[in-house]
């Protein structure tokens, strides 16, 4: 191997972007270290909806929808809530999100966003190829976009479309065929879209779990511990300053989903990065049959089939990465799934919040720093940490090790704001 291949690569992230990050680069011959302060997977990463969108190619600001969000706030049970006093502090983020929600802008980001997302799971596939296809919780079922009422069919068609023109396969299904998939689906069901290529996984802990093995077993280094800054030379960042002293760096990457904008900011990349914080409530007996994950759009939601339950996972919170749960909006999620599924058991449920990284053009950021050639950035994945940890490996290590790559990085890099 080269000198260049044969780098030495400190991650700031044991999340699922993270991992799959310092595995790719390992699997390229470079020694990796992994700085976090909590367990490999056990972050955000654990809570996520399990689900690997294939199809998700729109991004979440669209023309127009700026008109639904006093909806959204005045509802208790909606998918949108910002609590009181963040205002103030969201209002430049919510600006951008808006200023990429013309009808150029979001094509540009369609665009940008189906060339990682559509080939999310094949470069899973491709980094697990090493490991036992029986060791890997993934399973690939197609997911399904579903439709209780008809005013959904209709509000979908346009999402559906355009996913078409980007050559994702949908089967449209209807009432009946829906019943014949979901047998415990209640009355309410206008039908659905089956996403043939997507997928979920089994447990999202045990997939970051299996990536830790595997970076261990091949040397890789884990430092529990929090990242809290950088000791800066003029060729960039030498060491990381943690709660357990002083880490050595040559080459540095930031993974740290939503806590990643004060690092970045130290480094000389003030993003604009929020946090939509998203909830979860695990039923472990839910008393139905639910064979592939959905996503109800209408609700804000998604329910996912795992080794230890039902998942229901979604909506949208801000207010920051310091206040608490709100755990009346996982409890929302139960009442939505209720009305879905009547026969639905919530007996153990256990709600979750989370932090997702988020950016105000849906678009994550995938980049070498533009101050320091050995500084690079992987977060602001916001909905698709799951989906895009492997391409966004993928692409990383390619920047790393100069490598031209078959995927164009441009829209993702760290100076686009």
Known sequence: MTEQQQRDVTVIGAGVVGLCCARTLQRRGCTVTVIDHVDPGMGTSYGNAGI?????????????????????????LGPLTIRP???????????????????????????????????????????????????????????????????????????????RRRGVNLEMLGPDEIRQLLPAIGPEMAGGALATESGHATSPLALSQLLAARIEADGGRFIRAKAKGFAIGAAGPTHVHTDHGNVEVEDLLIAA??????????????????????????????????????LISSLGFGVTPMDDGLRLAGTVEFGGTEALPNYARAEALLTHAKRLFPDLNDTGREPWMGHRPSMPDSLPVISRSNRFDRVFYAFGHGHLGLSLGAVTGRIIADLVQDRPSDIDATPFRADRF
């Open 52 to 76: 690997f969108s294939t199809s998700a190619v729109m991004p979440e600001g669209k023309p127009g929808v700026w008109k639904k969000v006093p909806g959204w706030l005045m509802d208790p």
């Open 257 to 294: 989903g939503a806590f990643s904008k004060p690092l970045a900011k130290e480094l000389g990349n003030n993003m604009p990065l929020d946090t939509e914080r998203g909830y979860h409530m695990m039923l472990p007996q839910p008393n139905v049959e639910v064979r592939l994950p959905m």
């Open 85 to 163: 006093g963040y205002l103030p502090k969201l209002t430049p983020w919510l600006l951008r999100f808006i200023a990429n929600t013309t009808p150029r802008r979001v094509e540009e980001i369609s665009l940008a966003l189906s060339s990682i997302t559509m080939p999310g799971l094949e470069h899973y596939t491709a980094l697990l190829d090493d490991v036992p296809s029986d060791q890997v919780p993934i399973r690939r079922q197609g997911c399904l976009y579903l439709y209780p009422n008809p005013a959904d069919v209709a509000a979908a068609a346009p999402d559906n479309e355009v996913r």
